[in-house]
């Protein structure tokens, strides 16, 4: 069957495949077929069609995952959500926004900003990710540190389920108790479950108190890890704490003006009534920068954001992790991941959401050792699920972390609840379309 | 078969069923064995017989439901989690408290404040329910207007399925993308799917700002939603927005050192640095009233928590609503309750937690006239639905609201959602003993 052109009978608009064989993270997959949706009705028609065909499905917000999760490894039809990017409507009142699914995150904060409200979850991928990506992928970012990730935004989403049937999953209220809950697990469930067209989300006011900014230089992660154990001691909640090691700093540094001391730095926000407390909290800091101005400010977040992006500017390949370990684990941790760099005679320069114990720790490798960067990586996600974290706070399972998620849930929760993930898939996509072979299901 | 010979046959202790007949709304039911869980095992005890035999099974944490979800409707067996009350484990550096199913609530809070962090939700009925009740409930209360319902604070539980097998649902860390998210699939769905036996909550330090307590009066419910509505547009969090009517004022008098003018008050909590938005957004105030020192506060707060025992105590009997409106909406439905309370000629008191849009209109009514205030619940109800709010924000389903959230679901989201909550829970529960007869399911 030519699925081109069945698709192109029924109305829909193909886009050219060859843009579509790659997501961030270098995961590759052939569509047979991408299709460009610029309505629900275009969704309804594909999913009709690939499910009285048993054709895989796979949606497509930017292309902007890390774990392969957007990419057909074997084929199947693309929907690029990216038409749809409307902002259907905000209410000041309601304090709720809803949005198409192919709407850019940061554009939904460009909207909101000057209305005095802003979106909180922001990964390093917001000025390109889309908000259905970023729904599907339960993202996070730097401020998550204090207002949670993506499930704790996403009121309602629409979604078409893969036999083509439309339904509203949750409602656009602040509270509401009538059924299941279903939206969170369309939340992070990576467009295993269905398509998502639009999503209604919560937003909050552009705090009233004012935000210190400050970039604290270590000379050993021993003391990075207690900075943040004493933060939670005294009881301190952070706007942002984020861990930029030294050869993270060095690689911004190229594009932006950042100094360099020690072995790494806290970049920390806090309320400004909560400054003294945060000082009490620096464990041997060798050099303390505090941001004097609005522009100093921004410029240190925008090299944070840059982070990951300046790391893989420095090296043919970078895989990047995404652990998530106990506060109390934090400088075991860094010990561990200098050790496996000893071993394996590997860079692993280390940046990531430290104040929820969510770090990005990244593997720099090139084509003479793939194999060797990918035994560093299971061995660090071995060691974090024997510790009692995550192999994943953000980015997600893919089909890259699909054997060690499944590791991790038969270690931490049991089998039985990978069998219950599983009979839920079915009871959406009983013929298993939709992405198939990602996430654990 | 005599049900109590044989779950003592297998060593389990049991209590007299006439403890167990009725919730807090008054639903009646009877059980043919209730079992005191010690301990996990004796959760997986009950299952695998009850499994076996398919005889229902109803989870029971205090009996403080007002929907009748812990009832035995038509029989089964009752299981007290109440002797399951230890605090296992905290840590002041992880922000997280990990406890049996029993405990309760308030003494989870008794146990943090000492230690500078607190547990956000706080259902008026904290000082006798269990947080395994209230996590099956998603359960709310005054602070939720800032920090969310139970949804927001559950991280993981463990919990014992129909089949008797043990399971951890959920991870107990700040970030976790493996797998789907059943934690939420859980909170919410009214021991339905299985028993819950320990919870891990995140906590919060108590805010280190100060807080403006102020009791503020109007002369018209209009005001009332429009100071509310104000609120929101300046942007202002308030920590708290509770709502208490004329009559529930003067209930409320009987106990408590409380003031009375026009036709009701608002109880409003803000941060000291947003006391003069505040006094811009009231909407006509005919009175306000600041708390001075922290006995007042109290005393204010402890009033409002005693607001629906006071009103029940002033009639023979109250049907508490539970009713959730978009914050544009509030001037409107109090309007429609006014109407109603006219037409039926019946009295309705509202309090409730009106900054998030979530009002307990109280039904008054004695033997003579349950007819009629059943129609008045239905008929509030269904505008609700129709002007897109919910029926219910924080109390639940449990068998009073079945038909009614059936309907919520059918009108806001489309019949095919109720279809897949239903095949979720059998996926939980292929012989359906799991609290039957509740929930939409």
Known sequence: MDIQSELKKIGLELKDVEGYTEDMGYFKGEADAVVLARSTEDVVKVMRFANEKGIPVIPWGRGTSVTGAVTAIKGGIIIDMSPMNRIIDFSDEDWIIHVEAGVVLDEINAFLRPRGFFFPPDPASSFMCSIGGATSEGSGGMHCVKYGTMKDWVLATRMVLPDGTTVKVGEPLHKNRVGYDLTHLVIGSEGTLGV??????????????????????????????????????????????????????????????????????????????????????????????????EEEKEELYKARSYAYLAVKSISKYAMSEDIVVPISKLPNVFKKIRELEENYGMECPIVGHIGDGNLHPIILYDDSNKDKAEAFFRDLCKYVIDEGGSITGEHGVGIQKRELAIRQIEVHNGRTLLELMKGIKSVFDKKGIMNPYKQVV
Do not use: C
Request: charge should be negative; avoid cysteine; aromatic fraction near 8%.
């Open 196 to 293: 998502i067209t639009e999503v209604w989300l919560k937003v909050v006011p552009i705090p009233s108190y004012k935000i210190k900014r400050v970039l604290a230089f270590f000379d050993s992660e021993e003391d990075i890890g207690r900075t943040i154990i004493n933060l939670r001691k005294n009881r301190v909640q952070p706007e942002i704490a984020e861990y930029m090691d030294l050869k993270v700093l060095e690689a911004v540094k190229r594009s932006f003006n950042i100094e360099t001391h020690g072995v790494g730095a806290l970049l920390i926000d806090v309320p400004e009534f909560e400054t003294e407390k945060l000082s009490m909290s620096l464990s041997n800091p060798s050099y303390v920068k505090v941001a004097e101005s």
